[in-house]
């Protein structure tokens, strides 16, 4: 099983390659320049320093959002151009849990988060101790939140009376949101009782080769099951575009036509 | 005879998700075009974030499409050739990510095409004994250009709007007397039934350079005589208003493109772009460059409309001068030609 994987989600451009459960290539760039610019070049230099046939390639793995939009589709516009140039599927996998899945085997509970602007997050809550399990489905949600959120989970988790196991429940935060909001994660951290950590850099950002063993751990489980077609694909924003936000509230409120006009009136609950 | 070359063209710069294949430039075997007007239309005007999302889900089976109707594979592509501006960058992102991804997956050599210049190209299509040198008016919704075609690939700007283009003055006058997007389709409809002379408006004149265009004088001269017939109690003819203001944008158009075809004795003119489908300004043209012996040349609508076998035409002429665009092709929203 030969799996290219792609990474432009967020800060990171990234491709890697798995054969056969190995990594054998994983080139990542958190640079100033634009995904756009750097992305296929990385691709070019993994295959002519792997001696990649694109024939082998068996499929193409990306992370499938939440994200930058942006980002997301040139990942997604990128992997659907391989799928459908070499009549290949796609498995996407979750930003969020491709992240989480670079600290597999601890036994704390992952917060990866992504910089959703104005103190959001895109985050949710993951556990990697002997299986990926996501304890909270991504979101986006202001920082506090979810942080309220993961500490109150952990201390379920360690409450022998609330049915957890009595041992000290970790949080390990991780992301460039994690960056971002530190100083406001810290804040509801204190008093908590909790004892949390912030990821180091080798671990604090998207990473190709965490998304191709993700795939890969993936097709283990439900072999074909895992696959979408390249031309079906779509990204997942977990946000609306600004503009179907106001179309919802354009029907809500009777005001297509003003809507169209561009004098949509907000406010008129 | 040498080999034919065969291009695949796409193109994604506004709304419209298309994709071709182009047979030495000038054979279109197929011109897949999915449109997102009707979504577009609920919000009067594109949505660029919206736009961007319809590329993302439409863009393989345009293609697809597009080599099957063609009855080709990739397999038969000799250069794939992509808009990278100018444009949304959004929406260039998509066609620009996927012809790389293709390009790099298939070996197949990539040429990035300016948006205009896939334009001019239309009329390589629709007229196969035109040859460059020749004069050509570019009116779009982004776009207003006046362009000396030197050569394939070779081009003197002799003038471009200074503010609006005249596709966008035509959107902003439909929304604003309630006829709703796309402007250029409903005005043209509208001022059939109107009288151009009902109402005068400025023609608009820039200081600087005798052939550049302003079009945002005539908007707002529209906008203050709907207030004013607004304030005065008075009911407004949309038909003459409409056939009023079309007037004004196409003797401006006019005036210029025949000043410089008269002073640099060009004698061919060429249309492009989307306003090219406008009927008032293909018949104005026509009738101009026919009373001065001009040969008139203008692609049919589907040409003129943002469509990919333009883009694999003018893809066509880079290709056979050797030009090659690298993996690091980038989007470019105000790419200038």
């Known amino acids: 099983m030969k799996i290219l994987a792609i990474e432009a989600s967020g800060l990171v451009a990234g491709c890697a390659l798995l054969e056969d459960g190995q990594i054998i290539g994983d080139y990542n760039i958190q640079f100033k320049k634009t995904h756009s610019q750097t992305l296929l070049p990385m691709m070019e230099e993994l295959r002519k320093m792997t001696d990649l046939k694109m024939a082998e390639i068996d499929a193409i793995a990306l992370t499938k959002g939440p994200g930058s939009f942006t980002g997301l589709r040139i990942g997604a516009a990128t992997a659907k151009g391989i799928g459908l140039a070499l009549e290949k599927p796609l498995i996407p996998v979750s930003t969020l849990g491709s992240m989480a899945y670079n600290f597999y085997g601890t036994d704390a509970l992952i917060c990866p988060m992504m910089d959703a602007r104005r103190a959001t997050v895109f985050t949710g809550i993951y556990e990697e101790y002997d299986k990926p399990v996501c304890r909270k489905e991504p979101c986006a949600v202001p920082v506090e939140e979810i942080v309220r959120d993961v500490l109150d989970t952990a201390g379920e988790d360690t409450d022998p009376a609330a049915g957890g196991s009595g041992k000290q429940r970790r949080v390990i935060f991780t992301g460039d949101g994690a960056d971002a909001y530190r100083a406001k994660i810290e804040a509801v951290i204190t008093g908590s009782g909790i004892s949390c950590s912030f990821a180091p850099a080798h671990m604090n950002r998207q990473r190709a080769a965490s998304t191709a063993a993700l795939a890969y751990a993936l097709w283990q489980e439900k072999g074909e099951g895992c696959f979408v077609s390249a031309d079906d694909f779509r990204p997942e924003y977990l946000k609306a575009a600004q503009a179907e936000r106001e179309r919802a509230y354009a029907e809500k409120t009777g005001q297509m036509d003003a809507l169209a006009a561009g004098t949509l009136l907000k406010n008129r609950d | ?337």
């Open chain 2, 1 to 337: 005879m040498s080999k034919d070359i065969t291009i695949l063209g796409i193109e994604s710069s506004c709304d419209e998700t298309a994709a071709a294949v182009v047979v030495n430039g000038r054979n279109v075997l197929s011109n897949e075009i999915s449109s997102q007007i009707d979504i577009h239309t609920l919000y009067g005007g594109v949505v660029p974030e919206i736009a961007s999302r319809k590329h993302t889900e439409r863009v393989n089976q345009v293609i697809r499409k597009a080599l099957e109707t063609a009855d080709r594979t990739l397999d038969d592509i000799d250069a794939i050739a992509v808009t990278y501006g100018p444009g949304l960058v959004g929406a260039l992102l998509i066609g620009v990510a996927e012809a790389k991804a293709i390009s790099w997956a298939r070996n197949i050599p990539l040429i990035g095409v300016h948006h205009i210049e896939g334009h001019i190209s239309a009329n390589y299509i629709a007229a196969p004994e035109l040859e460059p040198p020749f004069l050509c008016l570019v009116v779009s919704g982004g776009h207003t250009h006046l362009v000396i075609v030197k050569d394939y690939g070779e081009y003197e700007v002799l003038g471009r709007t200074l503010d609006d283009a005249a596709g966008e003055a035509f959107d902003k006058v439909a929304r604003a007397v309630g006829l709703g997007y796309p402007g250029g389709p409903k005005i043209d409809r509208a001022a059939r039934e109107g009288d151009p002379h009902a109402i005068t408006f400025p023609r608009g004149k820039v200081g600087e350079s005798r052939y550049d265009f302003s079009f945002s004088g005539l908007k707002s001269a529209v906008l203050n005589y709907l207030n004013s017939e607004k304030m005065q109690g008075r009911e407004v003819n949309v038909p003459d208003l409409a056939a009023s203001f079309q007037q004004s944008v196409v003797d401006v158009l006019l005036t210029h493109a025949m000043d410089a075809a008269d002073t640099l004795g060009i004698r061919k003119f060429a249309l492009a772009g989307g306003v090219a489908s406008n009927s008032a300004l293909r018949a104005a043209m026509k009738e101009a460059c026919d009373k001065r012996g001009i040969t008139f040349y203008c692609p049919p609508p589907i040409l003129c409309t943002d469509n990919a076998a333009m883009i694999g035409c003018a893809g066509y002429y880079d290709y056979i001068k050797g030009k090659r665009s690298g993996l690091d092709l980038n989007a470019i929203p105000n790419l200038m030609l």
